[in-house]
């Protein structure tokens, strides 16, 4: 049994010592810092990207199809999942307040590509 438990903890420390997924830290500059406040601190990260897709479209997707800023806003708050085929539906986003919307929406409708 000491054998056992003495092959295991140079086993745990190669483990340990292993390096992990790659995560970055560092900001995307085609994100302004004010945006990526926002985007941060209503979990829209979570979902959208400017590089990949995740959950969500990417950024510049959503930017492609061309909606007014009014518009992207009110997709916020009321998603209509029909217009992302392929993509789960997202939830409503109540909680946003209409000013912090304005400008994620404002920079979206900048991304168009």
Not at 53 to 66: F, H, R, S
């Amino acid at each position: 049994m000491k054998k056992f438990i003495l092959f295991l903890f140079p086993l745990a420390a190669l483990f340990a010592a292993a390096p992990g997924p790659e995560v970055t830290t560092e900001k995307d500059p085609t994100i302004p810092a004010e945006i990526e406040t926002l985007l941060n601190k209503y979990g829209c990260n979570a979902c959208h990207s400017v590089k990949r897709k995740l959950v969500g479209p990417m950024w510049q997707d959503i930017g492609a199809k061309g909606y007014s800023k009014k518009r992207i806003a009110a997709l916020v708050k009321k998603p209509e999942p029909a217009n992302w085929p392929g993509y789960p539906a997202m939830q409503p986003q109540t909680t946003v307040p209409k000013g912090d919307l304005d400008k994620i929406a404002g920079w979206i409708v900048t991304l168009k590509g």
